[in-house]
Protein backbone atom coordinates (compact mmCIF):
# COMPACT_ATOMS: atom_id res chain seq x y z
CA UNK A 1 0.00 0.00 0.00
CA UNK A 2 3.16 2.44 0.03
CA UNK A 3 6.55 2.69 -0.18
CA UNK A 4 9.58 3.65 1.89
CA UNK A 5 12.83 5.37 0.48
CA UNK A 6 15.40 6.05 3.37
CA UNK A 7 18.39 8.86 1.59
CA UNK A 8 21.10 10.57 3.35
CA UNK A 9 23.70 8.02 3.82
CA UNK A 10 27.17 8.51 3.08
CA UNK A 11 30.82 8.53 5.07
CA UNK A 12 31.54 10.53 7.70
CA UNK A 13 34.44 10.84 10.49
CA UNK A 14 34.24 9.55 13.96
CA UNK A 15 32.57 11.49 15.88
CA UNK A 16 30.27 13.35 13.24
CA UNK A 17 26.68 13.60 12.27
CA UNK A 18 24.63 12.78 9.47
CA UNK A 19 20.69 13.03 9.16
CA UNK A 20 18.76 10.14 7.11
CA UNK A 21 15.89 11.08 5.65
CA UNK A 22 13.00 8.08 4.96
CA UNK A 23 10.08 9.44 2.55
CA UNK A 24 6.75 7.57 2.93
CA UNK A 25 4.59 7.27 -0.05
CA UNK A 26 1.22 5.56 0.30
CA UNK A 27 0.96 5.89 3.94
CA UNK A 28 -0.40 8.83 6.80
CA UNK A 29 2.58 8.49 9.19
CA UNK A 30 0.67 10.19 12.31
CA UNK A 31 -1.09 6.31 12.20
CA UNK A 32 2.21 4.48 12.29
CA UNK A 33 5.11 3.46 14.46
CA UNK A 34 7.67 4.45 13.14
CA UNK A 35 11.49 2.73 13.24
CA UNK A 36 15.28 2.64 11.96
CA UNK A 37 17.26 -0.52 11.94
CA UNK A 38 20.60 -1.37 10.48
CA UNK A 39 21.99 -4.47 9.28
CA UNK A 40 25.59 -5.28 8.41
CA UNK A 41 26.96 -8.47 6.53
CA UNK A 42 26.15 -11.33 8.47
CA UNK A 43 24.69 -9.76 11.27
CA UNK A 44 21.10 -9.79 12.00
CA UNK A 45 19.32 -6.63 11.77
CA UNK A 46 18.89 -4.29 14.85
CA UNK A 47 16.49 -2.12 15.63
CA UNK A 48 17.80 0.99 17.06
CA UNK A 49 15.14 3.86 17.94
CA UNK A 50 11.62 3.94 17.37
CA UNK A 51 8.45 6.49 17.95
CA UNK A 52 4.72 5.27 18.77
CA UNK A 53 1.76 6.36 17.23
CA UNK A 54 0.29 5.70 20.62
CA UNK A 55 1.34 9.00 22.63
CA UNK A 56 5.03 9.52 20.64
CA UNK A 57 7.16 7.89 22.97
CA UNK A 58 10.40 7.05 21.33
CA UNK A 59 12.15 3.70 22.09
CA UNK A 60 16.11 3.60 22.00
CA UNK A 61 18.47 0.46 21.82
CA UNK A 62 21.71 1.18 23.92
CA UNK A 63 23.86 1.36 21.20
CA UNK A 64 22.43 4.57 20.21
CA UNK A 65 20.80 6.00 23.23
CA UNK A 66 21.59 9.89 23.84
CA UNK A 67 23.56 9.98 20.05
CA UNK A 68 20.49 9.22 18.12
CA UNK A 69 17.02 10.70 17.53
CA UNK A 70 14.27 9.90 15.73
CA UNK A 71 11.58 12.42 14.34
CA UNK A 72 8.83 12.49 11.46
CA UNK A 73 7.30 15.45 9.38
CA UNK A 74 4.22 15.00 7.74
CA UNK A 75 5.42 11.88 5.40
CA UNK A 76 9.15 11.46 6.03
CA UNK A 77 10.63 10.35 8.97
CA UNK A 78 14.24 11.33 10.41
CA UNK A 79 17.06 9.96 12.08
CA UNK A 80 19.68 12.17 13.54
CA UNK A 81 22.83 10.60 14.52
CA UNK A 82 25.46 12.35 16.51
CA UNK A 83 28.97 11.02 17.85
CA UNK A 84 28.73 8.32 15.33
CA UNK A 85 31.29 5.94 15.71
CA UNK A 86 32.57 3.13 13.98
CA UNK A 87 30.42 0.87 14.82
CA UNK A 88 27.68 2.53 13.57
CA UNK A 89 28.65 1.47 9.96
CA UNK A 90 25.53 -0.59 8.38
CA UNK A 91 22.94 -0.20 6.24
CA UNK A 92 20.41 1.67 7.61
CA UNK A 93 16.60 0.97 7.25
CA UNK A 94 13.19 2.85 8.08
CA UNK A 95 10.28 0.50 9.16
CA UNK A 96 6.45 1.33 9.96
CA UNK A 97 3.83 -0.43 11.77
CA UNK A 98 0.35 0.28 11.45
CA UNK A 99 -0.99 -1.39 15.10
CA UNK A 100 -2.02 1.19 17.36
CA UNK A 101 0.47 0.10 20.52
CA UNK A 102 3.95 0.58 21.85
CA UNK A 103 6.52 0.42 19.05
CA UNK A 104 9.05 -2.45 19.59
CA UNK A 105 12.62 -2.81 18.69
CA UNK A 106 12.00 -5.81 16.51
CA UNK A 107 12.21 -6.97 13.22
CA UNK A 108 9.38 -9.23 12.83
CA UNK A 109 7.41 -6.25 14.10
CA UNK A 110 7.27 -4.53 11.20
CA UNK A 111 5.59 -5.25 7.69
CA UNK A 112 6.77 -2.24 5.76
CA UNK A 113 10.45 -1.50 5.17
CA UNK A 114 12.54 0.52 2.66
CA UNK A 115 15.23 -0.82 1.00
CA UNK A 116 18.28 1.08 3.22
CA UNK A 117 20.98 3.75 2.92
CA UNK A 118 24.76 3.00 3.66
CA UNK A 119 26.52 4.53 6.38
CA UNK A 120 30.15 4.46 6.66
CA UNK A 121 31.69 5.81 10.03
CA UNK A 122 35.51 5.97 8.87
CA UNK A 123 39.04 8.12 9.00
Known amino acids: QGQLVESGGGLVQPGGSLRLSCLAS????????IAWFRQVPGKEREGLICISNTDGSIDYADSVRGRFTISREKNTIYLQMDSLRSEDTAVYYCAVDQRWRQCQLKRDEYVYWGIGTQVTVSS
Open 26 to 33: GFSLEYYA
